[in-house]
């Protein structure tokens, strides 16, 4: 499954399956194929990118979000906070939080959002911007993509302590390589982490 799943950078990925699936899409690479399904974890501009969107979107793609991403889209969205569970396309979707534990930029309060997709089968953990934080226990994810660049989300070995409360098959560093943090960091995830990690290209 992994191999469906396309890094566009930053922590903007694509996946692909019965559905084309984006979440967080910006700066999308030329020629990105339509979505069926957009899932949008916070309003911050390098997250909601309505030019991104809108290149993407056709009058059958359904969007996923928070209320104030959704106040602010043409033609509504699912409005969802975290705990919620729904279908979408014939997507299975589980909301959780994205926060901040030691850091100013995201608080718990925003409602800001993280998501596990499920698609052929693999349940697949975007984490959105966030700290390693206590509602990540136990998830289990088949694969994780987890921020890792320190800054406005956590770094490299707070990365590891999400996987370990994670218990992911796979974890897939992001939010690397765009406005914060560097291949680098990556790298030092894949070494410390105790699940294996899969550094994606990124998509061009």
Do not use: C
Not at 12 to 26: H, L
Not at 84 to 106: C, M, Q, W
Not at 182 to 192: K, M, V, Y
Request: aromatic share 6%; glycine share 8%.
């Amino acid at each position: 499954m992994i191999e469906n799943i396309h890094w566009l950078g930053h922590d903007s990925f694509r996946i692909d399956g019965d559905v084309t699936v984006y979440i967080d899409p910006w700066q999308l690479p030329p020629n990105s194929p339509p979505a069926d399904l957009i899932l949008i974890t916070h309003e911050h501009y390098d997250h909601y990118s309505k030019p991104d969107i809108d290149r993407i979107r056709t009058p059958q793609t359904e969007i996923v979000t928070n209320a104030t991403v959704a106040r602010t889209l043409n033609g509504g969205a699912h409005v969802v906070k975290p705990g919620d569970r729904l279908t979408v396309r014939g997507v299975s979707i589980e909301v959780l939080p994205a926060y901040n534990l030691n850091k100013k930029f995201h608080p718990k309060s925003a409602g800001h959002l993280g998501f596990v997709v499920t698609l052929g089968g693999q349940r697949i953990y975007h984490a959105g911007d966030t700290d390693a934080i206590p509602e990540m226990k136990g998830l289990r994810p088949d694969i994780a993509l987890l921020p890792v660049s320190g800054t406005y989300v956590m770094d490299a070995e707070e990365a590891v302590e999400a996987v370990r409360l994670l218990q992911p098959g796979l974890a897939v560093p992001m939010h690397y390589g765009a406005i914060v943090g560097s291949e680098a960091d990556a790298r030092r995830f894949q070494q410390l982490s105790p699940a294996p990690v899969r550094i994606l290209p990124k998509e061009a």
